[in-house]
């Protein structure tokens, strides 16, 4: 899964990405605009990306470079889908119900 945020008129860092000009990201402090490229592997999270881009853009205002690589390595949505294995040890609540309790 790759995906970036480039400046217009910038290259992309990978060819055959696919550029979403529907999504600009944009600097919420100057409005620097940049567009979103991701391949087919960030397609399913290309919302989650568009988000990522924009908190990235706007958190290094005002060092704007051409390109915003985002990190997706810990965004696998496949293991986001798969529940988690909970384990747990009965108490046994009898007890508790005999025991007093304390007062001063």
């Not at 995906?3 to 696919?18: D, F, H, Y």
């Not at 290094?60 to 690589?69: A, E, I």
């Amino acid at each position: 899964m790759h995906a970036e945020a480039v400046k217009p008129g910038a290259m992309p860092s990978r060819r055959g990405l696919i550029e979403d000009m529907s999504r600009p990201v944009i600097c919420d402090e100057c409005y620097v605009k940049y567009h979103l490229h991701y391949d087919k592997g960030a397609e399913a999270a290309v919302t989650f990306c568009s988000v990522l881009a924009n908190e990235i853009v706007t958190a290094r205002h005002p060092d704007h470079s051409s390109n915003v690589l985002l990190d997706l390595a810990t965004h696998n949505p496949e293991q986001s889908r798969k529940p988690g294995v909970v384990w747990s040890i009965r108490t046994p609540m009898m007890g508790s119900l005999k025991k007093k309790p304390d007062l001063p």
